[in-house]
């Protein structure tokens, strides 16, 4: 399985854009990242997915650069809410089923 | 939709008891995902079922774990005999096909004393 490297943890100014970087230098051609967020003790929630091109959605924006073996999460306006550890992971199908691995994630810290 | 449902939400029992925690997911989903969180490990992917086949069960840490899937609206984790190391927020999941987005319980936080 593809594995993602993340900072353990990141600060970043209320209004100010979040960027969470996630390394996944072992990522095959067909395999999705995803990015998950985690608030407090609530399950985890979707945030985005991408495979190759840039995505945005009401929540953020992805960016994947061309050898896909790196992304960025982009928070454009953070918020105190948006306090919450962030995963990356690449999904992987197994028997047509799909598998996500969640790693240790970063911690994000919005500051006022 | 009322969305994943898990039960119960707080157990507390003493070891060597039999646990079993319950997952109702979303109403049309045919993937359901169980996975355990604890500080020391973070969140470990225990098993998941698609179209109530278990497909990988690699996760589940000793034989005292089992998981069934009778039917595409339950699903239930035993723990038997449980221990203190246990002790965890257990989360189902589920989804429809390879949307990879996955919609979470609100989790079963379980101590073994």
């Known amino acids: 399985d593809a594995k993602t490297t993340q900072p353990p943890s990141m600060d970043c100014a209320e209004g100010r854009a979040a960027n969470l970087p996630c390394n996944h230098s072992?990522?095959?051609?067909?395999?999705?990242v995803y990015w998950y967020r985690q608030i407090h003790s609530q399950g985890p929630q979707y945030i985005i997915h991408?495979?190759?091109n840039n995505e945005t959605n009401e929540m953020a924006s992805l960016i994947i650069t061309e050898d896909r073996k790196s992304s960025t999460l982009i928070l454009p306006h953070a918020t105190l809410r948006d306090t919450a550890v962030y995963y990356c992971?690449?999904?992987?199908?197994?028997?047509?089923?799909?598998?996500?691995?969640f790693g240790q994630g970063t911690r994000l810290t919005i500051n006022p | 939709d009322a969305g994943v449902i898990q039960s119960p939400r707080h157990e507390v029992t003493e070891m060597g008891q039999e646990v079993t925690l319950r997952c109702k997911p979303i109403?049309?989903?045919?993937?359901l995902f169980w996975y355990r969180q604890t500080m020391m490990r973070g969140l470990e992917l225990l098993i998941y079922?698609?179209?109530?086949?278990?497909?990988?069960d690699s996760g589940m840490p000793e034989d005292r774990f089992s998981a069934k899937m009778p039917n595409a609206s339950f699903s239930t984790l035993k723990i038997q005999p449980s221990e203190p190391r246990d002790s965890a927020v257990y989360f189902c999941?589920?989804?429809?096909?390879?949307?990879?987005?996955?919609?979470f319980g609100e989790g079963s936080r379980l101590t073994v004393l």
């Open positions: 999941a589920s989804t429809l096909g390879r949307t990879g987005e996955l919609f």
């Open positions: 072992t990522i095959s051609g067909n395999e999705y």
């Open positions: 991408g495979l190759k």
């Open positions: 992971i690449v999904r992987v199908v197994v028997q047509g089923a799909q598998k996500l691995v």
């Open positions: 109403s049309g989903h045919n993937s």
């Open positions: 079922f698609n179209n109530n086949v278990p497909i990988d």
